[in-house]
């Protein structure tokens, strides 16, 4: 009776949630988009302060490496061959800053939960990534959207420009918020991957 009972609740409970799962053109967006996190020694004040400066020259470097990607296969790519001017630029960041913890970059896929960039607002999901990880990353993490156009600057026109930096019209829309019903769609997702215990970060 009570495997009955669990069974029913649970198909009840799929058939309620099927609706709200991604489409195919909303499930493409995850592999359109490369994202990246800078993850802290630690949560003390000085670990934290020092992610943030790696952060600043991570991006400073990124701009120009990753100016010429036209798509997210192009700048997976960039990323791999560049992998060590990236950890090298981190590394050179600490030591600027007076620390000495070691930098690793690991780039792959990797799970993040949904986050809001005032104008664009990225679901939860299975995304390509770059991580950037100061020590033994045990800190809280910052991410951004590596690509396209570091957070999306070069779509804010409109779908034509959203198009140039390798995004449909459809994933213009759902990260700028215009379907109130995608938005409901990945906070389930989003709550799914809290009650999995998936990441945490801070911005």
């Known amino acids: 009776m009570k495997f009955w009972l669990a069974f029913t609740s649970s198909v009840l409970l799929c058939a309620v949630l099927l609706p709200y799962c991604p489409t195919k053109g909303e499930s493409a967006l995850y592999g359109d988009v490369v994202r990246l996190r800078v993850i802290a020694e630690s949560d003390s004040k000085e670990d934290q302060e020092l992610k943030l400066t790696v952060r600043d020259a991570v991006l400073s470097c990124a701009e120009e490496l990753f100016a010429d990607c036209a798509n997210a296969d192009e700048a997976e790519k960039t990323a791999r061959a560049a992998a060590e001017i990236l950890r090298k630029t981190a590394q050179d960041a600490v030591g600027r800053a007076g620390k000495s913890c070691p930098v690793r970059v690991e780039i792959g ?3 993040y939960p949904r986050r809001d960039y005032g ?7 299975e995304y390509r990534s770059v991580r950037i990880i100061l020590g033994e990353g045990e800190g809280r993490n910052w991410w951004c959207v590596l690509f396209p156009g570091l957070c999306v600057r070069a779509a804010r026109a409109d779908d034509g420009g959203a198009l140039a930096v390798g995004l449909t019209p459809e994933e213009y829309r759902i990260i700028t918020k215009s379907s109130g019903r995608v938005r409901v769609r ?8 809290d009650l999995l215990g998936i990441g945490t970060g801070n911005g």
């Open 186 to 193: 990945f906070r389930i997702l989003e709550l799914l991957s």
């Open 109 to 111: 896929r990797e799970v």
């Open 119 to 125: 104008d664009f607002e990225f679901p939860a999901g």
